[in-house]
């Protein structure tokens, strides 16, 4: 078991290992970190150079204006690390050869006076493993859950120390080193976003990071492109019209690929929303991927490659109720959060609420839920049986949530689809993975044709590559 150090062991240790040596620059409320290095002792042989820039003026000077006005975003970061290691390696390549150099940066905004601001920055290292070796980078993003400016200052603190130790003592043991950001810091901060890359880290599918902050609760929510690298939605979904897509896709089927079409048409001729201001994700949850209890990585990288290389970018959550998830993008300021369901999964979902909230409480269970900003929109499906459509419209709710339903359907929070391919509705992702991994002939007619040569091309979800191997 991974001995867990105090933040002021961790800093000392540092500052006794003679080849790590760098700066610390720090903008905003993130003035703790080098502090920590400075009180530990012997932080001569860490520190070359500590700096801060409250002033917006001279903050631009050193590493230029933000185009964006924002000075705590991502953009921002690498400006400093990028500016700072430059001056490292100049200054102090010759007289220090021996050295595995380091820049640690943030910029942060602590909550303030007004409780207006509730406190998030980036932060991140790039850092030398090896002597003369190209560096790697880790960033990321945190949200301050303390409800004081001074606390949130001295978690900032905490982190940075964590950060700066992780890199130099876990960076063979990626999971552990992200584990270990949040020593003492329980329930203080939320990590939403990590990216590590370099060439130390070149084999690491930074996917799996999105999944491991999940399942190690740094985070509710992380989020990768379509090129599998860990994003933020502060960077990318910043008051932007949002549509998510939450399934399986263990494969993605034909019907997976019209739900997403025909979804985001129907999100995008929304009122007050503009086509060009929409974001389309697909969501899987930590629930789903443990349907067959622990997580299996290989299986959840599986689904990740299918949807990046359909162009989706990916969340990861464990936000089994849909509120939750609306709540963390609220942050962004989210003007409309779209939710595609299937005609089923919605019926569920009115059952739950109605079953769970019988004692006068129903209508708040659905107001918390069916607000303004969220719509739901609905995919149908065939009733078993007879074969006739289900929808949105149509679906058997229970008799005392009647006129509660109808008022939805009315004011457009539930919303049918339109433009639907009916002749796919029988496939189901179930049957179509039985089929490819028992060997069974069709299957590839189910799935779009891009995602068939790659299960074939990549053995995905236990596509039988030993039958294979023997027609050789």
């Keep these: ?40 002792g012997a932080a001569a042989g860490t520190i070359a150079k500590t700096m801060s820039a409250y ?66 920055g980036w ?12 560096p790697n980078d880790l960033v990321l993003h945190v949200r301050m859950l303390d409800n004081d400016n001074h606390l949130q200052q001295q978690a900032i603190g905490i982190l940075g120390v964590n950060l700066i130790y992780a890199c130099y003592r876990y960076h063979d043991q990626p999971e552990v080193l992200l584990q270990s950001l949040m020593d003492s810091l329980r329930g203080r901060v939320k990590i939403d976003m990590v990216r590590l890359t370099g060439p130390h880290f070149a084999h690491l599918d930074n996917r ?13 929510v992380a989020m990768f492109d379509a090129e599998g690298q860990s994003v933020h939605a502060s960077e990318f979904l910043y008051r932007k019209n949002v549509m998510i897509v939450r399934g399986s896709f ?9 739900m997403l079409k025909t979804g985001l048409q129907a999100f995008c001729q929304s009122p007050g929303v503009d086509p060009k201001n929409a974001a389309l994700l697909t969501e899987i949850t930590t629930d789903n991927l443990r349907h067959q209890g622990e997580i299996d990585e290989k299986d959840f990288l599986d689904r990740a490659i299918l949807l990046n290389t359909l162009g989706q970018t990916v969340v990861v959550s464990n936000c089994t109720e849909h509120q939750k998830l609306a709540e963390y993008l609220q942050d962004y300021r989210v003007p409309l959060l779209g939710i595609m369901l299937g005609v089923r999964e919605l019926l569920e979902l009115v059952d739950k609420k109605y079953h769970q909230n019988m004692d006068g409480q129903l209508l708040a269970a659905f107001g ?35 006129f509660l339903y109808r008022h939805l359907l009315d004011n457009g929070q539930i919303v049918d689809v339109a433009g639907f391919d009916a002749e796919v509705l029988h496939i189901f992702s179930k049957e179509v993975l039985y089929m490819l991994q028992n060997g069974e002939e069709g299957w590839e007619a189910l799935i779009p044709p891009k995602v068939a040569e790659l299960i074939k091309g990549q053995y995905l979800f236990g596509y039988p590559a030993e039958q294979l191997e023997f027609e050789y």
């Design 368 to 402: 918390e839920l069916f607000t303004h900003k969220i719509r739901f929109f609905i995919y149908p499906a065939l009733q078993e049986g007879s074969g006739e459509l289900m929808t949105a419209g149509n679906m058997p709710v229970p008799e005392g949530v009647k």
């Design 123 to 134: 932060l991140g290292i790039r850092f030398q493993l090896q002597q003369n070796a190209l």
């Design 250 to 258: 263990r494969p993605i089927t034909l019907v997976n690929q019209d």
């Design 1 to 40: 078991m991974r001995p867990i150090l105090e933040t002021e062991q961790k800093a000392l240790e540092i500052n006794l290992d003679e080849s790590i040596y760098g700066t610390f620059a720090e903008i905003g409320a993130g003035q703790e970190v080098a502090r920590h290095f400075f009180q530990a």
């Design 55 to 120: 002033d917006k003026t001279y903050s631009d000077k050193i590493y230029g204006p933000e185009a964006s006005g924002r000075y705590v975003c991502e953009n921002r970061l690498y400006k400093m690390l990028d500016h700072e290691y430059q001056l490292m390696e100049a200054r102090l390549a010759n007289e220090r050869p021996n050295t595995n150099f380091f820049v640690f940066a943030d910029t942060v905004a602590a909550v303030n006076y007004q409780r207006t601001i509730k406190g998030n």
């Design 208 to 220: 799996l990071l999105s999944l491991w902050m999940v399942k190690n609760g740094l985070s509710d």
